[in-house]
């Protein structure tokens, strides 16, 4: 299972940004996937879930503002982070299932939010 993430970067609050998981080594298209994060000094916290279906779920405090995707062509995760907020400053990490915490995950792509 390879998990690679990007798109992160320093974005004002009330910006955005997308975030993109490439994956390999797995049948994408037939597996649940999920984004996940860890600000400094904190826990690592779920932050949304997409079935194979195409079901999304997502925490309280992002729903509306994030939304996650999927390119089972590309074998491609995506995660649009909308109206981004001082709190939202993290290491995010895709991973592959739905349980939390993940057994395994990618390097990361970090999203700072700072004016």
């Known amino acids: 299972v390879r998990l690679v993430e990007s798109g992160g970067g320093l974005v004002q609050p009330g910006g955005s940004l997308r975030l993109s998981c490439a994956t390999s080594?797995?049948?994408?298209?037939?597996?649940?996937m999920m984004w996940v994060r860890q600000a400094p000094g904190k826990e690592l916290e779920w932050v949304s879930t997409?079935?194979?279906?195409?079901?999304?779920s997502s925490k309280g405090s992002v729903a509306g503002r994030f939304t996650i995707s999927r390119d089972n062509a590309k074998n491609t995760l995506y995660l649009q982070l909308d109206s981004l907020r001082t709190d939202d400053t993290a290491m995010y990490y895709c991973a592959k299932g739905e349980t939390f915490p993940p057994a395994e995950r990618g390097q990361g792509t970090q999203v700072t939010v700072s004016s």
């Open positions: 997409i079935y194979s279906t195409g079901y999304t």
């Open positions: 080594g797995f049948t994408f298209s037939s597996n649940n």
